[in-house]
């Protein structure tokens, strides 16, 4: 009798406990600060004493630009475009090494929209998820090495952009490509490579400041932004802002020079 007693006990006690749970509230939180903890805008005021005007990191210098970025100067209106696609040029030189590194990225990027040959018909193409992928010899297009870039930079309609995936280089580099894909396309005849000579890495030929630049390894020459090169600190720089494959495709362009 007393046993029965306890168990109905027990049952009851169990029940009361287990019944009253909603799951749609929220359960115990033990260590609610793990839950629910503080995120702070880098630039917004707070009531914090890390920086003036309580911001949590500084804004850069007026005028500076960050390391391994360089502005771009055409707008993304109809207007940057036109001008772009009349007055920009590919600073990289014609170069076999160039035109691997661009086809290579061409087929990570490009070709699953336009397709091996550059004639509009990759595979989302042919499965018909994205519709209206011109081939790249569109006569109606006439694309040019400047309006490439510009689209690979901001992106057009149903093209999303390029300038997270890709440093300059790179986009220079599938640039090239682009280029020659269109020749072959027309039937043109094959562009003749450039010939580089032996000072400075290929890539500075035509002016162009070639971003991480300054850290490739072994360089020890003063750097375009005055600052002479460290490769501790360099490294730590080439994780943050650029692919391992731009490293090293840096490295290999100054070291055949
Ligand atoms: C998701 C599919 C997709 C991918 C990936 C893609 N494109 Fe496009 N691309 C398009 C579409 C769609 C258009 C046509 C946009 C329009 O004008 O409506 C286009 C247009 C273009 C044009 C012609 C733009 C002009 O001036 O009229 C170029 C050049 C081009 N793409 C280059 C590239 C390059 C280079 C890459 C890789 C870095 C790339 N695309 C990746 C879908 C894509």
Not at 133 to 152: K, L
Not at 220 to 225: I, K, L, M, V, Y
Request: glycine share 8%.
């Amino acid at each position: 009798m007393k046993s029965l007693f306890r168990i109905i006990t027990l049952i009851t006690v169990s029940l009361l406990v287990v019944s009253c749970f909603d799951k749609d509230d929220r359960n115990y939180q033990y260590f609610p600060n793990m839950y629910k903890s503080p995120s702070y805008e880098t630039y917004v005021g707070y009531d914090t004493d890390v920086f003036e005007n309580g911001q949590e990191a500084k804004l850069p210098v007026e005028g500076t630009v960050s390391r391994g970025w360089l502005p771009y100067e055409y707008e993304d209106t109809n207007e940057g475009y036109a001008q772009a696609k009349a007055n920009l040029e590919n600073p990289l030189p014609y170069t076999e090494e160039n035109l691997n590194k661009g086809k290579e990225l061409y087929t990570i990027y490009c070709a699953i929209c336009h397709g091996d040959k550059g004639d509009g018909k990759g595979t989302l193409a042919e499965r018909e998820k994205i519709l209206g992928i011109p081939a790249y010899n569109d006569p109606g297009r006439a694309i040019t090495e400047g309006s490439i870039y510009h689209v690979m930079y901001y992106g057009i309609n149903n093209m999303g952009s390029y300038a997270v995936q890709t440093n300059e280089v790179e986009r220079w580099q599938i640039d090239h490509y682009v280029m020659d894909l269109k020749n072959q396309l027309d039937g043109a005849p094959k562009r003749e490579f450039e010939k580089v000579d032996a000072e400075g890495p290929a890539d500075m030929k035509k002016g162009i400041v070639l971003r991480d630049q300054d850290i490739t390894e072994g360089n020890e020459e003063e750097s375009h932004d005055g600052m002479k090169s460290d490769n501790g600190h360099g490294n730590m720089h080439a994780e943050e802002t650029s692919s391992e494959e731009n490293h090293s495709a840096t490295e290999e362009t100054s070291e055949e020079n």
